[in-house]
């Protein structure tokens, strides 16, 4: 599997993650919310460079034009809850795709250890079909592992595009270890070392999906 870690190069890309994770920042969740679509945006952008394109002609108003245009509209899927402004910003971008939308939680266990479980999917057929997967947070790799396995039962992708904000190092090695599609890329916006206990990345931003919507209980 390829990992591309578009924070490892300067770019404007690290100034948006700098403010989701900044606490004198993120708190504001509209502004989170927003700095996760402009990164969603950012990602969508590169991922686009790796389609496959073909020409075509087009009419302007004073001739015509061979213009470049990707050939296959991606299948856009994401994680709820977290994974909803990420998403938001890969479909400002591939404005005509299809979308698919997994419910996942933690089932927590005395102790404090936890499994995954996938709760729901609504998904179009993926057979053959380059799929977008997105989440901002990749902690212990588990609830994308089993993402990608609930792909599986729409058909067949041609490829996926992992999408990940912040990941853990732990999590990256888990998934390049168990992922079940061979045809597969993983994208980073940046790279942590440590993970605690309860898989929250260190030093991470938190949890993604409070700052994005509230605090659940």
């Known amino acids: 599997?390829?990992?591309?870690?578009?924070?490892?190069?300067?770019?404007?890309?690290?100034h948006f993650?700098?403010?989701?994770?900044?606490?004198?920042?993120?708190?504001?969740?509209?502004?989170?919310?927003?700095?996760?679509?402009?990164i969603g945006e950012i990602f969508a952008y590169e991922i686009s460079k790796k389609m496959e394109f073909n020409n075509r002609e087009i009419t302007t108003p004073l001739g015509i034009s061979s213009e470049s245009l990707i050939d296959d509209k991606p299948v856009l899927a994401t994680i709820?809850?977290?994974?909803?402004?990420?998403?938001?910003?890969?479909?400002?971008?591939?404005?005509?795709?299809?979308?698919?939308?997994?419910?996942?939680y933690r089932k927590h266990k005395r102790g404090g250890n936890f499994e995954v479980k996938i709760e729901y999917m609504s998904s179009p057929d993926l057979d053959g079909k380059t799929v977008i997967l997105c989440?901002?947070?990749?902690?212990?790799?588990?609830?994308m592992i089993l993402a990608t396995k609930a792909l599986l039962s729409k058909g067949k992708p041609k490829h996926v595009h992992i999408v990940a904000v912040i990941a853990s190092a732990e999590g990256v090695d888990y998934v390049k270890e168990n992922i079940?599609?061979?045809?597969?890329?993983?994208?980073?916006?940046?790279?942590?070392?440590?993970?605690?206990?309860?898989?929250?990345?260190?030093?991470?931003?938190?949890?993604?999906g409070d700052l994005a919507y509230g605090?659940?209980?």
């Open 180 to 208: 079940p599609i061979k045809e597969c890329t993983l994208w980073l916006g940046a790279l942590d070392q440590e993970m605690t206990a309860q898989s929250y990345i260190v030093p991470g931003l938190g949890d993604a």
């Open 1 to 14: 599997m390829k990992t591309i870690n578009l924070g490892e190069k300067n770019s404007i890309f690290n």
């Open 135 to 143: 989440d901002p947070m990749l902690a212990s790799g588990a609830s």
């Open 17 to 38: 993650i700098r403010e989701i994770r900044d606490v004198n920042i993120q708190n504001d969740s509209m502004r989170f919310r927003r700095n996760i679509e402009r």
């Open 80 to 104: 709820l809850r977290a994974g909803l402004p990420l998403h938001q910003g890969f479909l400002n971008y591939f404005d005509s795709s299809d979308n698919c939308f997994i419910s996942a």
């Open 215 to 217: 605090q659940k209980v």
